[in-house]
């Protein structure tokens, strides 16, 4: 229990992937109004005790949340219009001309008008006293966001690599940060709503005994606000050009293994730092979410190195990580963070010795656990209940999928492992086989509970560049059908959370 307590908060307890882009609104894109106080609503009248969330910051080209040109800014995109207008800053017919009513999000539509909707409540918004303190207090981040976004306006949303040579070092751009105060405001008001909006609806959740965690990609892109202020943290060359960019190995999957392209950290320069880069990082992590979950943490233990002038990934190599040396620092600067580790892949010793080393609770994705005998993923195999148990995620097959194309030894071994249910279905029988592990930690995604393909629920097809991150739900989710079969499965599981008021919630 104290194991449990220290990475939680809480033992035994269930919860639901949603993500903030694919709640209800009419307005083409999830966000922090009316929507996602419904989902807490939801969250809490079945049982459940947390909401994970993909990653809160800016996309760009390809829409990925995992690819952000700002790792520590909030999505515009997020901030709820008619919260705007119920302040005077927007007007019945500014947001009637945004409304978009499309099955999934449309992130071209978006680019055009958003922004133009945004600057027209900027333009009637009156700084006060909360707004300056704002400003004050993520100013050290937030003024290097505005300028590089002040500046991606100036050359027309081009990387930063185009830019004149006085705009692409950090240093010089400063010096020029005079001539865009007034842009650079428009941006601070953008991050000023965000965060108030989504403080309200986090503070609102808490009253619900709701936790939210969140999602840390473990890398940054190349244009990035990230790379362009702190090019020293990353392996580049004297023209900042990546000599090495992330991937993982060719297996039986692919012949060429994944080009992810992402620039790689220079790990002895971050130890120089005394890792300030990534304290500040999760730092601002936890400003947002109660616990945070780190996408790809082998990649803490050993990265795989891919030359940047290769086309894939043959001739990569594995070089060593200081993800020791890191969460030690993290644990002295802050610890209370509660983090689990996305440790599925291709995972090694030394990987497996950072986990033991952290304590961090790890992931069991269930649709691994059927491919033999004895797997890691099978409940019955697992040797701790320090870990979190995944019925699928945002990466993988919709379960209804999933179990239509089981055959040959892994059906049996499903068959063999998974108990059989009356009158339930296959859906349903891999969650409640999930929700009955020793795990601490249950989590399954909204569509599985709705019971979505492929077709309709798929949210990312990896190493697929294009169509992902799009799905949305429908207004008319939250059935009472719905609510019943999924408190009905928290309670017989013994994951309800409903009841239970001595819990201290985490603030």
């Known amino acids: 229990m104290k194991e449990n307590l220290k990475n939680f908060g809480f033992s035994h307890k269930c919860g639901i992937i949603m993500p903030v882009s694919s709640l209800p609104s009419p307005y083409g894109i ?37 690819q952000s040109p700002a790792t520590l800014a909030g999505n515009p995109y997020f901030i709820d219009l008619p919260l705007l ?18 099955r999934r999000v449309d992130y071209g539509f978006l680019f055009k008008t958003r922004y133009t909707v945004l600057r027209k409540a900027y333009s009637r918004f009156k700084p006060n006293g909360a707004y300056k303190a704002f400003c004050k207090c993520e100013r050290a981040w937030l003024e290097d966001y505005a300028l590089f976004m002040a500046l991606k306006c100036r050359y027309g949303y081009a990387p930063w690599t185009e830019w004149s040579e006085e705009h692409r070092d950090h240093r010089s751009a400063v010096a020029y940060s ?27 959740a808490h009253s619900k005994g709701i936790v939210i965690i969140g999602d840390m990609p473990i890398y940054v ?23 090495v960019v992330a991937g993982c190995p060719p297996d039986g999957f692919s012949p060429d293994g994944q080009r992810w392209g992402n ?16 304290i500040h990082r999760i730092k601002r992590c936890f400003a947002l979410y109660d616990i945070m979950r780190i996408d790809h943490f082998r990649g803490f233990a050993g990265y795989f190195a891919i030359p940047a002038e290769d086309e894939n990934a043959r001739r990569g190599q594995w ?36 986990l033991a080393h952290t304590g961090f609770p790890g992931m069991k994705d269930m649709q691994f656990a059927f491919f033999n005998d004895d797997s890691e993923f099978l409940p019955r195999t697992y040797t701790t209940d320090n870990c979190v148990v995944y019925a ?32 339930q279905s296959g859906v349903y ?71 239970i008021t001595k819990n201290k919630q985490i603030n």
């Open 429 to 499: 029988r891999v969650i409640e086989f999930c929700m009955r592990s020793r795990a601490n930690l249950c989590m399954v995604p909204l569509q599985d509970y709705l019971e979505l393909d492929n077709e309709r629920g798929r949210m990312n097809i990896p190493a697929v560049a294009e169509g992902n991150w799009a799905w949305r739900v429908s207004s008319r989710y939250a059935t009472e059908a719905l609510k019943s079969k999924v408190l009905d499965m928290a309670v017989r599981t013994g994951r309800n959370t409903a009841d």
């Open 221 to 243: 892109a190349y244009d990035s606000m990230d790379l362009w202020r702190t090019p020293e943290q990353f392996q580049l060359d004297d023209k900042l050009k990546p000599t």
């Open 392 to 423: 699928a995620s945002q990466d993988t097959d919709r379960l209804k999928s999933w179990y239509k194309g089981l055959g040959g030894e892994t059906l049996v071994r499903f068959n063999r492992e998974c108990p059989r249910v009356k009158g």
């Open 319 to 354: 070089r060593i990580a200081k993800g020791r040396e890191l969460f030690d620092e993290v644990a002295r600067v802050i610890p209370t963070a509660r983090i689990i580790a996305e440790d599925l892949g291709f995972i090694t010793e030394d990987v497996r010795e950072l």
């Open 85 to 102: 207008k119920s302040r005077g800053l927007l007007t019945a017919e500014e947001l009637k001309a945004v409304r978009c009513d499309s």
């Open 30 to 66: 999830g966000g922090f109004g009316k929507g996602a106080f419904d989902f807490v609503n939801f969250l809490a009248a079945t049982g459940q005790k947390c909401w994970q969330v993909l990653p809160l910051n800016p996309t760009s080209y390809g829409d990925s949340p995992y």
């Open 178 to 204: 005079g001539e865009y105060e007034i842009e650079m405001d428009f941006w601070r008001f953008v991050q000023y709503e965000f965060h108030i909006q989504w403080q309200n609806v986090r503070r609102y």
């Open 263 to 278: 620039p790689l950290y220079d790990w002895d320069a971050m130890e120089k730092y005394g890792f300030g880069w990534w």
